[in-house]
């Protein structure tokens, strides 16, 4: 299968009938990882053709292929091997694409014609805890729920607790410049990141020490979290650690409306409290958490808060927070809700309705706290037009002093592809211009992908022709991950929204 056809592969099936590997190939990377390191067989590289893309799952049920069956999968062991082949890919003109966990959900790992997918799982160790400095250095293909459990173990966390930390690795999370749970008391992974080791496109291998602080320019590091694979393979990441907290407490509250919950959220960052924990849903999700719960029949909006810490700072904190939240008219409720969040905080309720054929999509965007009630009107009224049964709900669980994070869930109902799809593309037309519109950025801690690519013009202005020519310079080739973040593709990549756009939202917001 060469590049050529590979625009025009939308099934499986024509995807293995046209299926040829490239045995040479295959040889001369097996001479890198060892040849039991390379996969070959058609059904074990189709497993990588998707990461979690909605888009690609809802093509992949109705046995369609949204971009390619990457041409082979090789499983390094280490930082040496992970530039060897980058350098072979280099001097030989063949893409090459990182790949995590394929948990991300923009389809940043997926291949769009003639890539190498380089997984990244087998470098997985923990290099050092360094009590001293509150730092671990760890190998980028580490899983997220191993590393917290070797933390915890010694009474230590991250602090970044993404609801997929079972499913994805630190390299990703690093290269996704992602936001865990817990992010409004320890920031999201640019705060957390000390250091790193990566691989840039031509096989140089580049170090960011972990110290402190530095002034020296522009930060290198900076240039490589959130460059979803594009400038480098990062291959070892340092990362701020805590002493596991002494005390956690939650409040749980219930608001007259959602002006007021947004309104104590706001006073509560601006007053500089650090909660661990704050959400926020609207109607729709507040009602599917609180039903029979006595204080919501009157002040229907769900507030959780969780503050942690010392015993005195708790104190101050919960008690500052319910003083503000009182000034809003909350009220104390019973800790129901937050208790069965804490029970599923890491599982991916998408799969329940993708196996139940419901095309179910969450969309995060983050504005500004004066947008932000104006941007919620607006997004909730359009989406609702696009389709009758459309399910729509929201909350904000990433806060700020100057905003949040709004994420969204929309889910289709069940249909046939050929019209959901259109649909769904329409959804994220809306959702992305809207938020354009208000002032807001299009994406808050799920990246760019692939998916965002057509905002990325809108979203980032000149800045999208700077990351272009640092793409141009680090890599003239366009040989790693190319065509995503909005980056040119290579000549005859697939475009996989093609045949399935509503009112061409595969080249929309340009
Ligand atoms: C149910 C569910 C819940 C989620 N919850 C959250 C959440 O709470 N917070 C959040 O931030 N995200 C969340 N995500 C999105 C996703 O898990 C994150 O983006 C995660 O960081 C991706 O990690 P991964 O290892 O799976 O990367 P992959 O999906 O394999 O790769 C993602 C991108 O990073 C690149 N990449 C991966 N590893 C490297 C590396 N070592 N060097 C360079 N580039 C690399 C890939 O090429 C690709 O472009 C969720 C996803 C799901 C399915």
Redesign the pocket.
Known sequence: MDASTIGTIDTIAAARRHDRVDTGLAEAFGQIVGAQQVITAFDARLAYAR??LPFAVFRERAGGIAGAVPRLVLRPADAAQVAAIVRHACANGIPV?????????LG??IALGGEVLVD?RRLDRIVAIHPLDAMVTVE??MNGARLEAALDAQGLTTGHL???IE???V??????R????ASSRYGK?EDIVVGLK?VLPDGRSIEVRPVARRSVGPSILDLLVG???VF????EVTLRVWKKPALERAVVLAFPSLPAAWGCAREMMQAELRPQIVRIYDHVESAERTRDLAPFETRPILAMMAFCGSEPMVAAESSTALAIAAAFDGRQAPLGPFEHWQQNRYV???QKWHAAGYFNDTIEVTANWSAIPALYEAIALAVRQVHPLLHFGAHWSHVYPEGACQYMTVRLPPMDAQTALPLHAELWQVVQDLTLAHGGSIAH???A?LFRGPWMGRELGTGLDVLQAIKDALDPGNLL?PG?LGLRPRAGAKDIRQGFTGRGAGHGGD
Do not use: F, M
């Not at 390299?171 to 996704?176: E, K, L, Q, T, Y």
């Open positions: 990461d979690r694409i990182p790949y995590g966990s394929g948990s991300g959900v940043g790992a990244l980028c293909g993404p609801q997929s499913i994805s690795t390299g990703g999370w690093v290269a996704c992602g936001g865990g749970q992974i990566a460059s979803e694979g480098g393979i990062i291959t991916a309720y998408s801690h799920h990246g992908g991950n995503k």
